[in-house]
Structures are given as C-alpha cells and as structure tokens.
C-alpha cells in the first residue's frame, strides 16, 4: 500500500511536464495577423523583439520551476506522511483517533491528488488504482460525526478523543460541530485546534487555502453557506488561524462569551486580517453588547432597558431582561443531543440510554436475579444443558448465554459475514434505506450457509426452546467509527410479513469489545455488555400480539476497537402460544 501511493506521487510528475510544455506553445503562439515564425528573419525589427520574448520566457520558466517545487514538497510531504502510518493488527485494536485520522489522510491524499492533476488524468488514475478506496468527503464527514457522537454520549472533551491530533483534523470535526448547533462540542474542538496550531508553529509561506469565514454580520449573524475547499497541507499557516479565530469568535458569540468573542476576533483583526470589514464591524458589535449587558450571579447575560448600565440607581434587576438574539444571543447552553435522536424518542429515554451506556447501574430488580441450567425437557440437553442467566425480572425474558458460540465460531462467523458486508439499513418510510441513526454494515448468512451456521443455527433453537423454522438468516453486523444503532424496536409496525411480526431477538457478540457498545435498555433500565461469545435474548412482543413499547433498546456507540455481532430474529409464525403470559414472573 505505501509503495502504491509512493507511486501515485511519482505519476503526478507527468501531467505537470505536460502543462509546463502546453503554457510555453502558447506562449509562443501568435496572433492570426501577425508575421509568423519562418518569416521573423525577413525583419530586424521583429528579431530583436525576440530579446524581449527570451526574456519572458525565462521568468515563465522560472515561475513554472517555483510552482513545480511547491507542488513536489507537497507531494513528498504527502508521501513521507503515508509511509510513516502504522497499521494495527486488526480492526478490534483500532482507535477513534487512528481512524479518523486514517480516514483524513487519505481524504487528504485525494484532494492533493486532484489539485495537481487534470479530471482527465485523475480519472484515469483512479481506473489504474480500482483495487485502492480512498475515503470520501462524505467518509470524513461520517467520521467526524463518530466523534462527536462518543463525545456527547460518553460526555468526553476533544483532548481526550484526539490527544495526539493535528491541528487540521481537530479544526474538521470543529467545523462539524459547528453544522450540527453544537456549540458547546464546537468549542471544544476549537479550544484543541487553535493549541495545536500555537503549538506547531506558523508556516512561513502561505498556503493556497481559501479561508473558510464565518459570514457574522453586524448583529454577529452564523457562518456563510459557502465554504471553500481548504488547502490539504497540514502545515500550520496564517491563513489557517485566521479561519480558526473567525469560527472560533462566534461560537464564544453563540455561547454568550462576548469578552472571549471580542478578543478573538481581535487577535484576527491584529496579527492575520486587517483588511477585514465584517470582522471590524462583529467587534464594533460585540463592545455595544458588553457596554449594554451586565452578568448575573449564575452567570447569564442580561440587557439593561434601554441599553443603559443596570448598575445605575435608577434601574432595578429586575427590570433587565434575559438575552434574546435580537438582542444579545440566543446563547446556547447545553449540548445538542437532538443530533442523536433521529427517531425523536423521549428525552428521558435518551438520558437513560446514556447512562447505561457510561456503565451506570440503573436497574433495581423486585426479586433476586438468577441463573439456571435449561434443558427443556430435550434429552441431548441432558448432560449439556443451556446456561441462561437472566438479567431482568420483566416479561420480556432478557438473559443472556454465557460461552454460547466459541472463538473459532466466532472467527468462522465474522470472516464469512466480513465478505459481504454492505451498508445496513432499516425500515423507514415504507421501505428499506441506509439511516443517520443505524451506523454500521451487515451481511446475511442463511441456516444452510455452511456446517458453522448450521450447528449455530440448531443451538439457538435449544437456547431458546420456541420454533426459529421461519426465522430469519443470520445477519452479521460490524460498527463503525463511533458506529451505533440509535434506541428502537425490533417488532415492526409492518402487517404484510407471512410470517407475522419479529416475535424475539437473539443477538451474539462475536468479539471482544475493548470499550463501549453495550446494548441498552433505558425503559428496562438495563444493559448488557458485550463479551465474546456470549449471546443475549428477549421477547418483543405482548401476549396481544402488539409490540412491547419496553423492549425500547439501542447499541451503545464503540468507543475503543471494534463491534461484531450476530443477529437472530424469530417471527410469530408457528410460536403464536409462545409469547410470554401476562404479568408474567420468570
């Protein structure tokens, strides 16, 4: 892989003589009415002003020489960055910061790549590389979000996610903050890019980067629409603070710190941009609103009437009035989790979920919680019965199978699913799509797949003890980065399925997860971790046939390595007497 991409360098040397040798023709062309070459001899005059074209071609040269060295440091720079990454193992040793920063360096590579060559032969590059997937705009953007969703449900700060991050990388998921309302998260990654940049240093050339605005008017309005493409080079240049300071400065607006807005837009002002009008006009606004505003004791900001010092005798608290946006701000005082709530649950089922998947122990049980050997009645579970550990004292029968697949199943399950591992979906809007709130890829593996399925596929019957003929394959999931399954249920509100509803869910971990991605109950108030080989199992539905609103469940997002799980879901269809009772104690 790092030869390739050396190679890829190599190849970007091509298309730059090719131009070099375009733009000196037509430099040499000249126009249809004047004497052409052939015909210079015939006049003194027109040979000496070749002096004069000699000249100029020498500057041209010397500038395409200037240009060219610019456009090699990068591409060595670019090089060196992809020959000095380190591969682990496997995906379970994977990192949030290693991934995200594979995924921007190689979005990376691809933006350096089309800035030096022509769409003709970048397509044609590509088609040479057809077995190379380079990420996406769209990939980084996904990533960026795993981020920021770890950082919300795990109640994390940018540092602790990306310690050994560049200033770039920090800066991208600020800018993605900043498009989901958050900023509260923004600030956090701006507070890390704008340290990193101090620490790295100033470039001392400029970069080519059109600086991404903040488009604040003088009410201090939000960031423009239209951005440009940054400059891909991770070095540290003016016109990259300047960007920084610009998001930075209203975000502090949008959180009411108008001192903290006012010095940064300042420091812009000072040391990066002194030009800018709109800049100049945001802290002309900004010391309007300090000179108008007074902090209270828990520290909001209010507007005195008037605009006048609410200190003044003639002016009681109480007749200040709290900031709005045509005021002061709308100032922002906690994090958006609506991000994270696609499927619009109640918000104390979203702090419940979060909770259980921090690893807070929520769930008092009524009776004493138990294990037991299961056999039902079966006489090969005989001398190996089902193992069940129950972790709920509800209907819905949650417990879970300690050892239930081993590793090498594990393994068989996981390199078979891995092969065709597609984008997952759910059922939304009449139809099957890929969904914001379901961040993983699935493969299915039907009973008859192989010998493995099979004795799987026979074990799950045991486990269980209800009919699993017309259940459905097997389906093996893998989450990505922050990859998460948002809290839903498993029972569908669909009545055209011949074999009924999802009537229960059998779920194995297929591997061990070295953080997070539990799998959370919140109106059970429950979670159940995912160790290897273990497999869980619960009722979805009522004895009415209607789904359980508390089977309400989510899969925790994977803060360190990675997820595989395996998926067993058993409809009605020949299990209509197996429902759990009423008020049923198991």
């Known amino acids: 892989m790092r030869q390739r991409y050396t190679n890829v360098a190599r190849l970007c040397l091509v298309p730059m003589l090719i131009s070099c ?161 958050d900023f509260l998260a923004a600030k956090s990654w701006l507070d890390l890019a704008l340290a990193k940049a101090r620490g790295e240093g100033l470039g001392d050339a400029k970069n080519d980067e059109s600086t991404t605005s903040a488009t604040v008017n003088s009410t201090a309005s939000s960031q423009s629409d239209s951005e440009s493409t940054a400059d891909v080079s991770t070095e540290v240049t003016p016109d990259a603070i300047a960007s920084l300071l610009d998001y930075a400065s209203f975000v502090e607006y949008r959180l009411g710190n108008i001192a903290a807005a006012l010095s940064l837009s300042k420091e812009l002002l000072t040391h990066y941009d002194s030009t800018n009008l709109r800049v100049a006009n945001n802290i002309e606004h900004y010391l309007t609103l300090l000179a108008n505003t007074h902090q209270t004791g828990n520290g909001e900001m209010m507007l005195t009437d008037n605009g006048t010092d609410s200190s003044d005798s003639n002016h009681s608290t109480a007749s200040a009035t709290t900031a709005t946006l045509s005021t002061v701000a709308d100032f922002v005082k906690d994090v958006n989790h609506e991000v994270d709530n696609v499927l619009g649950h109640d918000e104390d089922d979203m702090r419940r979920f979060r909770k259980l998947c921090q690893g807070k122990v929520l769930y008092k049980p009524r009776f004493n919680l138990y294990c037991r050997f299961e056999t039902y009645g079966k006489p090969h579970l005989m001398y190996q019965p089902i193992r069940a550990e129950y972790l709920h004292n509800g209907r819905q029968r949650l417990r879970i199978f300690r050892d239930f697949a081993t590793p090498n199943e594990c393994k068989h399950l996981r390199r078979e699913g891995g092969q065709r591992l597609e984008r997952a979906v759910a059922w939304t809007h009449g139809k099957f799509r890929p969904v914001t709130f379901r961040i993983s890829t699935a493969a299915w593996l039907k009973p008859d797949h192989d010998e493995v399925v099979q004795q799987i596929h026979r074990r799950i019957a045991d486990a269980v003890n209800i009919d699993i003929e017309h259940a459905e394959a097997l389906q093996v999931s893998n989450y990505g980065m922050g990859g998460f399954y948002e809290p839903h249920f498993d029972h569908s509100d669909r009545d055209d399925h011949p074999d009924g509803k999802r009537l229960a869910t059998f779920m194995i971990y297929l591997n061990k997860v070295k953080k997070g991605g539990f ?62 009772y009423p008020h049923e104690r198991v």
């Not at 000496?48 to 200037?66: E, Y």
């Not at 009415?544 to 595989?564: F, M, Y």
Request: aromatic share 6%.
């Open 21 to 181: 040798s375009l733009l000196c023709l037509s430099f040499l062309s000249t126009p249809a009415h004047a004497m052409g070459s052939g015909s210079l001899f015939t006049s003194t005059a027109n040979i000496h002003k070749l002096f004069t074209t000699q000249q100029s071609i020498g500057a041209l040269v010397r500038d395409v020489i200037s240009q060219q060295e610019v456009t090699l440091g990068k591409l060595k720079r670019l090089a060196d960055q992809l020959d000095a990454s380190i591969v682990p193992e496997s995906d379970e040793d994977l990192e949030p910061e290693e991934s995200f920063a594979l995924i921007n360096r190689l979005y990376e590579t691809r933006e350096v790549l089309q800035g030096v060559m022509d769409k003709h032969e970048f397509t044609t590059l590509n088609e040479a590389l057809t077995q190379t997937l380079l990420p996406s705009s769209d990939d980084l953007k996904g990533a960026a979000q795993g981020l920021l969703r770890l950082q919300r449900v795990y109640d994390l700060q940018a540092h602790d996610l990306l310690p050994h991050g560049t200033m770039s990388e920090a800066f991208t998921v600020a800018k993605e903050a900043y498009d989901q309302d």
């Open 519 to 580: 799998t959370a109950f919140p109106r059970l108030a429950a979670a159940v971790p995912p160790g290897h080989g273990d497999a869980v199992f619960w009722f979805n539905l009522l004895p009415s046939g209607q789904g359980d609103t508390n089977t309400l469940h989510g899969a925790c997002p994977v803060l360190s390595g990675s997820k595989w799980v395996a998926n067993k879901w058993i409809h009605e269809r020949n299990n209509v007497c197996r429902k759990p």
